[in-house]
């Protein structure tokens, strides 16, 4: 859902928001709500609720309520009360749809600490508002430096100055407790201002800088996700997934919420299936399961004595074979059930041009070998040679028409010097 001014301009290029967060749809914001309502009109005598949701930097929202009943729009930047002065937010969603949200935060609405809204901000407070923010970068990495030099086990994520700038919060991460009074006091003293350091979870610190994951999108946790869910190892296992922290684990360092989106899913597809630890008795010996494909309904046993070789078997056939077990049956042979003894050979699907592309690499270079660049020059030098070679012989032909034209003249001259000769001797002579 991005905003107008997030289309792309007339070469085609992506043009970007350019707002710095504050768009006038909220589409470019993080965690945004979509306001179905917005496009319906209230009953008659109803007043709208007085309680509008403010998204402040990154992904920190509080709710706020409207005591001036101000027309409020989402978009609008606002200045709102805080424990000392005042902040400027962003509202975010108005309506109807801010009860649903306080409910589903536990938030009760009737509550009279509720926060209020002052006032729209005028140009002087977002004058005040931007010049804070534009210092956060400068104080984080000075923050970073005094920590170190303190020698404090602790990471700072993120700042966050008050909208008035009286106050700066700074959200750190840590393994254990850390004590950071002296880190306080030489901050309060190098920047001039109130401090407020305040603890988050590697979850939130990656809820609140935001990034790519490993899919190619946003992350989650930046974008919609709002509740964190314990992730467990045992979701990879369920899902046959690979037991790689590197792969498994995200941009906080912790298991990936997406872990949890289809483990549903497979839970009830399992209920079908035998248990992983399947033990089938045969005549030939004893068998356990090595592998279990929920999409294609197949299960792997091999033999005690003999793992490197598997047998196909579907869950109904194991099924079978426990049945007869449990009565204290032995089949003969996996090889009975087994569906490889009908294997299925499938076609290769080589690549299809169905786009009419040829290839993905028709606008690359080819590489020239050596061998190549050798027998070219050799083929201008031929070329050449034949060139000298070809004109060489233009000139003796040249020379020799010449040759032949200079002696058909003198000939010729000869023959009529001769012919005046003749005429000019007595005939009595």
Not at 28 to 40: E, G, P, Q
Not at 117 to 146: F, G, H, L, M, P
Request: charged fraction near 30%; proline fraction near 2%; hydrophobic fraction near 30%.
């Amino acid at each position: 859902m991005g905003c107008s001014s997030c289309s792309t301009s007339t070469n085609g290029q992506p043009r970007g928001c350019k707002n710095n967060g504050t768009c006038g749809t909220d589409g470019c914001n993080k965690l945004t709500v979509f306001d179905w309502l917005s496009n319906m009109s209230l009953p008659n005598g109803e007043k709208p609720f007085d309680c509008v949701e403010v998204r402040f930097k990154n992904s920190r929202k509080d709710f706020f309520r409207n005591t001036e009943n101000l027309s409020l729009s989402i978009g609008d930047v606002i200045a709102t009360q805080a424990q000392s002065g005042h902040d400027i937010g962003m509202v975010t969603l108005t309506g109807e749809l801010v009860k649903v949200q306080m409910k589903r935060k536990k938030v009760d609405f009737n509550d009279a600490e509720i926060h209020k809204v002052y006032r729209k901000a005028s140009q002087k407070d977002i004058d005040v508002w931007q010049k804070c923010r534009d210092r956060e970068e400068e104080i984080k990495k000075r923050a970073r430096e005094i920590a170190i030099i303190l020698k404090l086990q602790m990471k700072i994520s993120d700042v966050e100055f008050q909208g008035d700038g009286s106050k700066a919060t700074f959200y750190y991460t840590a393994e254990e407790r850390v004590d950071f009074r002296q880190l306080i006091k030489d901050m309060a003293k190098a920047f001039g201002i109130r401090i407020e350091m305040r603890q988050i979870g590697y979850r939130q610190e990656a809820q609140r800088l935001g990034g790519i994951g490993s899919c190619g999108r946003e992350l989650c946790c930046s974008t919609w996700l709002t509740d964190f869910r314990s992730v467990s190892t045992s979701a990879a296992r369920y899902q046959q997934l690979s037991l790689n922290p590197q792969k498994l684990a995200g941009q906080c360092g912790k298991l990936k919420c997406c872990l949890n989106y289809e483990l549903d899913v497979y839970l009830d597809a399992l209920k079908d299936f035998p248990p992983q630890d399947t033990k089938l008795f045969t005549e030939k010996g004893l068998a356990f399961c090595q592998k279990t494909d929920i999409f294609k309904e197949k299960l792997w046993f091999s033999y005690k004595e003999d793992p490197a070789n598997w047998h196909v078997l579907s869950p109904e056939q194991v099924k079978e074979i426990q049945e007869k077990n449990k009565k204290k049956e032995k089949v003969t042979s996996l090889e009975e059930y087994a569906i490889e003894n009908l294997v299925e050979i499938e076609e290769r699907v080589v690549f299809e041009n169905v786009v009419g592309q040829d290839s993905l690499t028709r606008f690359d270079k080819p590489k020239r070998s050596k061998n190549n660049r050798n027998r070219n020059r050799n083929k201008k030098r031929k070329a050449g040679d034949g060139g000298n070679n070809q004109k060489q012989g233009q000139k003796r032909n040249r020379n020799k028409r010449n040759q032949s034209s200079g002696n058909n003249k003198n000939n010729q001259r000869n023959s009529n010097k001769n012919a005046n000769r003749s005429k000019r001797r007595p005939k009595n002579a």
